[in-house]
Structure formats: structure tokens, C-alpha cells
């Protein structure tokens, strides 16, 4: 399978703990994207990359929230101090940067804060 | 701040009828995308319309952009069951409306 994955798949933390999620984009695409969207509501962008560098970060994500990508591959995104409010599922997205930058998405992860 | 606006948000329609969802958006945008999402799943790409006038088709689906009113259009023809889902327009890759639910009944 050559799309996009992400891993996990389900986080449950409590309150107060620090989780990471991973994405993995496809291959030959420059361009990932992070995204979170709740119940019955569209994907609010968060950040996004093209190769390594982190060109676009949403003014609504808080300091708690950091996004990586070292080596311009797979990425990274970690929450700190998680709260109840940052309960969601977290789509990851690639894309090439010329052309239609049409995206592509991962399965998500659904995190729930307790 | 880009805002996008889909209505309506929820749409119950009878298999075989025609309906209509429209997307607005508030600032100029080269590009605009439409995405079908089933319930659980992540999200699935269904047209990319690049310039002012684009009409794209797909099985009972056509979308279509006009720039200069900054409104896309999704129009569903002789709808089916399998149709039922969440359709999302967005624009400037990035930002998405909230969503239009349909469900399409026997």
C-alpha cells in the first residue's frame, strides 16, 4: 500500500500527558499537511510542510501544540499537557506542490483525552 | 480570514431526484476541491477545479467553479444510496467548509 498511514490509528491519555502521533506521507509527495476535525464539523488546518520546512502555522494551535519534519519525509505531531478539549481525530494529508496540490489523506488518529 | 460556507448542511433526498450543494467562499482563490467522506473514514478526493468556468463530471456528481462569484457547485444527478456520505468543498488547499451531509433514501 502506498498511501498515506498513520500511526496510531486510537490514542486514549489522560489529562495532562504528552502524546506524538506519526504520519507517513507518500512517497513522492513534498507536501504534508496536519489537520484536526471533530464530530460533525470539516478538517481545521493545522500546519503544514513542504520538504522539511514548516511554511504555514494555524493562529488557533496553541504553544502546547508542535509539528516536525526533519528529513522532509515523515512527520511528527505532538501535543503537550493534553486536555479534554484536544480530543479529536487528527488527519494527515500529502500532496505534490505543483499541479492541482491535489491531497491525499491518512486513516487518522482518534485521540481521546480523558 | 478565508471563510467557507456550504449549504445546506444536511440533505435528505429520495433516490432519483437531482439537488444542488453549494460552496462560497469570501476571498479570491485559484483552486478549489471537493471531498467525499464516508462515516469512520477519512477523506476522499473528488474534483479539483482550477479555473473560472471548470466543470468536472464523475458518475452522477458534476462540480463546477465561477471565480468571480466565489461559489462552486456540486450537483447530484438521479441520486443513489451508495451517494450517501459527507461531501466537503475547500478552497486555498487548505480551508474546508463544514460539510454537507446527505442521505439518500429508497
Known amino acids: 500500500d502506498t498511501g498515506v498511514s498513520q500511526d496510531p490509528r486510537h490514542k486514549i491519555t489522560k489529562r495532562g500527558q504528552n502524546v506524538t502521533f506519526r504520519c507517513d506521507p507518500i512517497s513522492e509527495h513534498n507536501r504534508l499537511y496536519w489537520y484536526r476535525q471533530t464530530l460533525g464539523q470539516g478538517p481545521e488546518f493545522l500546519t503544514y510542510?513542504?520538504?522539511?520546512?514548516?511554511?504555514?502555522k494555524s493562529r488557533l494551535l496553541s504553544d502546547r501544540f508542535s509539528a516536525e519534519r526533519p528529513k522532509g519525509s515523515f512527520s511528527t505531531l505532538e501535543i503537550q499537557r493534553t486536555e479534554q478539549g484536544d480530543s479529536a481525530m487528527y488527519l494527515c494529508a500529502s500532496s505534490l506542490s505543483q499541479g492541482p496540490r491535489e491531497q491525499y489523506f491518512g486513516p487518522g488518529t482518534r485521540l481521546t483525552v480523558t | 480570514e478565508l471563510k467557507v460556507e456550504q449549504n445546506p448542511l444536511f440533505l435528505s433526498m429520495q433516490e432519483g431526484k437531482n439537488y444542488t450543494i453549494y460552496c462560497n467562499y469570501s476571498t479570491t482563490s485559484d483552486r478549489l476541491y471537493w471531498y467525499r467522506q464516508d462515516p469512520g473514514k477519512s477523506l476522499e478526493s473528488l474534483f479539483v477545479?482550477?479555473?473560472?468556468?471548470a466543470v468536472k463530471q464523475e458518475g452522477r456528481l458534476m462540480a463546477s467553479l465561477d471565480t468571480k462569484a466565489r461559489l462552486s457547485t456540486l450537483h447530484i444527478t438521479a441520486a443513489v444510496h451508495d451517494l450517501s456520505a459527507t461531501y466537503f468543498c475547500?478552497?486555498?488547499?487548505?480551508?474546508f467548509g463544514a460539510g454537507t451531509r446527505l442521505t439518500v433514501k429508497p
Open positions: 510542510f513542504q520538504n522539511e520546512a514548516q511554511l504555514e
Open positions: 477545479l482550477l479555473s473560472n468556468g
Open positions: 475547500a478552497v486555498s488547499d487548505m480551508r
